[in-house]
């Protein structure tokens, strides 16, 4: 398969032109909108059944395909597919001596060693060598499962089993060894050699008078080839990786041969945060699988300057540095007191090669090799789960002075310290169910259950992290003794919305657990916009029923319909869409059952009043409008004055309640046929110079068939009007584009639509804006003050509206200059806070709300802390901004904004602030 093609996104690699996106309902008609507004030419599942999309645009790029997709509200998220690389350094062939095993102060690159700084594999030999009881999968470049010092152990399939990997569905042999993600094919052939060297370092055969041998001298290693021959992968690849580990793993869970696949090596990664990969990582995580990253090779603190997968706040990472032979931390190895867990050897490691011979590398991807090794050498001798696997690891290190502060344990893997303790007991902590849905303005609860485990009888109490702004959370009860359960109660504010992803924690003592959990909240209710025509007579009509909601037309779970003289569902045309199945159903007379027919599939639905014509019915998304056309015929029995009723309900289960739209009178009239017209959104804001777009529908009434012809009037000066058709004929919709010229007056506008066919003749009225254009204005409060930390306000304004805004520069320092100063950019489409080094020639990010933060030598931010706001025309960007004490003095606040045609306010001083 060929290399990826790349393009660069805000400092980071991605593929080209390329998105991973997950609906919040994967109706066929969000993904066709989709593919539409994305003019995209390739789609696949990424992961397995249910999980995220990847598409591929013709013509967009990947920040032009975000912009597009951050309109829609019926997505859970939208991200780049970033690019992972591998994590292993150059190689150095002069050094020959395995020490990470056993050191005995060998010279290593004419320095000697010293012993005892190393994993001490020779005393937990005394315990086990052999962890053929469970797999490890190594996700990789492959495995050259020929390799004379590797074949014996790695895992082959006892009998063909099937997958569904990125939405194909592949059959694998007996007898095969894993899977390659780029052919989707079952042979994970290393063609690189990064993955047979750290494959040699898990699980080389042992005592067998050959080469090398690894933390287990037997072991059944599972190969999952992702990266390719220039160890280059995507996010996509990783995710279909791990799946494929999970759905192998349960394809012989309940056969008499299961294979028990308990950890995942990770020896690679990437600047992107996913939450597509982060999904899926909790997915391994609900499998019971352990994953062990590479905490990267670019000296650099994770804390402020994340490394994925080894960054993901998720329980079941554990991330690995780098330490030489003297137990310090080599000098290219990432830190991170909060984000990297511990340390192992990872400098001039002697391992299998490609071609059957051997090799020595560098990196972390050494170090995350010997953790994995361990934790199956400990899962042979100890039955753990995955945070009972993990706080083994991590409790039993050995302390160093020389680590202190670089990792939450300042510890270096002890394998014989870890395999001794690994019955001493502990907890798990998990949390049901994974997901709620709540809105804006109420609660929401989970049940929390502690697992004690070996013993356990402590207190653990509770906490709960990763909140909606504002929001508040509360157990019951607050603390556990041993094993049980709480009920965690989150109360979240009116104005939240978006997802979040809930961290909860249970703390006893030094030991913890802590799992994930996702929070939706609904912004609001939907509203019922317009029933087109409202009224009118005849024994049949295509019915426009117009709903909205302020998350999104893809927030809108279902639509009632009912006509009838009264509100009641007896002897009525009583009709439910739901939009997640697109489907319609018709109740009987008497309500006691429902006939349903999928939207635009062959067939009627009927009663005794009405009937719809399933091929002829039709839904459009727009923004935050849904649009239900049903072509009704009523009955003669039916016929009378019935008044037109409608309902919306919401994904969250907020209702509109019946709103009472229109009426119309069955068999009256004398059947003249004639049709009406509309429009909406009822009015458009423009800056001079842009256009708006209003959606014109014309609906027969009587079975009009004629051909309607269409004008605008009340055009301001300058402006212009097009209709895309310019005609319709019996019925139909189509697009009116109002465009403005630069020297179109400001002002509001009332715009006659008319349709004209023959005699007959109707009108509709929108309402257009035009505001003056310009670049954002911007301000901060407070705009003056003093102290060593605030919280500010940067407002931009935009007079097309606050999503117009693309984006604001903040700068903090004594003149205008970049360097040595408080230096950020808020990228709005990405909801994305970065943050420029001491010298400005790098730039660290962290999306709102997350964990996280980011700094250098003048100030910091705790990126869960910054929120964004938009209503109306201002967007509200709030971050508590904290400076260090080398950063004192008086400095002015320059502000600059941009938005979405461009236009750019420049930098402006806008305050002052006197750090001290």
Known sequence: KAQPKIENYQGGEVSAQEVLLKFRHPAPVAVSQAQRDLDADKIHVVGGPGGAYAFHSRSKNVAAMLNVLSKRGDLIYAEPNYIVRGAATPNDPSFTQLWGLKNTGQTVSGAAGTPGADIHATSAWDMSTSSTNTVIAVLDSGIEYTHPDISANVWSAPAAFGVNIGGAIVTCGAGTHGFNVLTSACDPMDDNGHGTHVSGIIGAVGNNGVGVTGVNWTARMMGVKFLDSTFTGTVAGAINAVEFAIQANAAFANSATPINVRVLNMSWGGLGFSQAFADEINKANANNMLLVAAAGNRNLDNDVNP????????????????????????????????????????????????????MFLNGTSMSAAYVSGAAQLVLSKCSLDTAGLKNDLLNNVDALAAWSGLTTTAGRLNVDKAIRACGAGGFTISASPSSRLVAAGSSTTYDVTVTAAGGFAGTVILSAGGLPQNAAASFSPSSINGSGSSTLTISVPTGASGPFTVTITGASGSVSDSTTASLFVDAGPPSVVSVSPSSGNGTSQTFNFAVSDPDGSGDIAGI?????????????????????????????????????????????????????NGGAASVTNSGNTLTLALPITFTSTFSGTQTIYVDATDNAGLDTGYRTMGTWTVGAGGGTPDFTISATPGSQTVAAGSSAQYAVTIAPINNFGGAVTLTAAGLPSGATAAFNPASISGSGSTTLTLNTSSTTSPGSYTISITGASGTLSHSASVTLTVNTAGPPAVSVNPSSGSGMSQTFNFVASDVSGANAVSGINILFNSYFGGTNACWMYYDHPSNTLWMASDDASNWSAVSLGSSGSLQNSQCSVNGGAVSVTVSGNNLTLTIPIVFTSAFTGTRTVFLRALDNAGLDSGYQAKGTWVVQ
């Open 560 to 612: 009632h319909v009912l006509i009838n003289s009264s509100v009641s569902g007896t002897n009525a045309c009583w009709m439910y869409y739901n939009q997640a199945s697109n489907a319609l159903w018709l109740a009987n007379n008497d309500t006691s059952n429902w006939n349903q027919i999928v939207l635009g599939s062959a067939g009627t639905v009927q009663n005794s009043q009405c009937s719809v």
């Open 307 to 358: 490394y994925y997968p080894s960054s993901y706040n998720v329980p079941n990472i554990v991330a690995v540095a780098s330490t030489d032979s003297n137990d310090n931390r080599t000098s290219w190895s990432d830190y991170g007191a909060s984000t990297v867990h511990l340390a192992a050897p990872g400098e001039n490691i002697y391992s299998t090669m490609l071609g059957g011979g051997y």
